[in-house]
C-alpha cells in the first residue's frame, strides 16, 4: 500500500534549526512536496523534490533520497511565525498526492 | 502567480439544505481542479480530481450524489453538498494546478470554505 509516516508533533526553540522528517511508501514516485499549514488556514507551497539531494529556499531547505524513500524539512533561524503544521506528500504514477498526517511545529521563546 | 480564491469562506446552515462553494482560478487557467476535506487534527482527504470539460473522478467512498461537482470552464469548479447533515461539516479546500508554471504537478490551494451544519 501507499503511506507516509511524518512524527506528529516536535517542539523547538525560537532561532534554533529543527528537521523534520518523512519516509514514504508509494507506487512509482514523481516527487515529494512540503507544505505548511497555519491553524483554520489552507496549506501553502513549500517545496518540490524530485531528485536526490538538498534544495535550499532561504531559511528552509528540502531533501530527498530516493533509494532510502526519504525527505526531511530544515528550517533554520526559527521564528515564532514557524509553528505551524508541515505536511509531507508523495506524488506516486498516477500524479496523486498521497498525504501524510502532519508534523505539528511548536515553537517556544 | 497561481492565486486560488474560494467562497464562502464560511458557510453555517441547517440540516438537509444544500450549499455550494465556488473555487476560482484568479490569475491562471486550470484544467484540473482537486477538492479536499480536512478534519480537526486530520490531514488532507482528496475527495475528487475535477477536470474542465469533463465529469469529477471521486475517490473511493465519496459519494457523488451527494458531493456534486461541476468544473464548467477553466477558472471555475464548484462542489454543491446535498442535503447536508452534522457529520459533513468540515473544512473544504480546493486546489488547482497551473500547467504554465515549471513545476506543473504543484498545486496550489485556496483558503478553504468552513462548513457547520446544525
Known amino acids: 500500500g501507499q503511506n507516509i509516516d511524518q512524527p506528529t508533533e516536535m517542539t523547538a526553540t525560537e532561532g534554533a534549526i529543527v528537521q523534520i522528517n518523512c519516509t514514504y511508501q508509494?507506487?512509482?514516485?514523481?516527487?515529494l512536496f512540503w507544505y505548511q499549514q497555519h491553524a483554520g488556514e489552507a496549506p501553502t507551497f513549500l517545496s518540490y523534490n524530485v531528485l536526490d539531494g538538498l534544495e535550499e529556499k532561504g531559511r528552509f531547505s528540502s531533501f530527498l533520497s530516493r533509494s532510502k524513500g526519504y525527505s526531511y524539512l530544515l528550517l533554520k533561524e526559527l521564528q515564532m511565525k514557524d509553528s505551524a503544521s508541515y505536511l509531507c506528500a508523495a506524488m506516486d504514477s498516477n500524479y496523486q498526492l498521497i498525504w501524510g498526517a502532519g508534523t505539528k511545529l511548536i515553537i517556544k521563546p | 502567480g497561481a492565486v486560488v480564491s474560494q467562497h464562502p469562506s464560511w458557510v453555517i446552515c441547517k440540516s438537509g439544505t444544500s450549499v455550494k462553494i465556488e473555487c476560482r482560478s484568479l490569475?491562471?487557467?486550470?484544467?484540473?481542479m482537486f477538492w479536499y476535506r480536512q478534519f480537526p487534527k486530520q490531514s488532507l482527504m482528496l475527495m475528487a480530481t475535477?477536470?474542465?470539460?469533463?465529469?469529477?473522478?471521486?475517490e473511493q467512498g465519496v459519494e457523488k450524489d451527494k458531493f456534486l461537482i461541476n468544473h464548467a470552464s477553466l477558472t471555475l469548479s464548484t462542489l454543491t453538498v446535498t442535503s447536508a447533515h452534522p457529520e459533513d461539516s468540515s473544512f473544504y479546500i480546493c486546489?488547482?494546478?497551473?500547467?504554465?508554471?515549471?513545476?506543473?504537478?504543484?498545486?496550489?490551494f485556496g483558503p478553504g470554505t468552513r462548513l457547520l451544519v446544525l
Open positions: 475535477s477536470n474542465e470539460g469533463s465529469k469529477a473522478t471521486y
Open positions: 486546489s488547482a494546478r497551473d500547467p504554465m508554471k515549471d513545476r506543473v504537478e504543484t498545486q496550489y
Open positions: 490569475d491562471f487557467q486550470a484544467t484540473t
Open positions: 508509494t507506487s512509482g514516485f514523481n516527487g
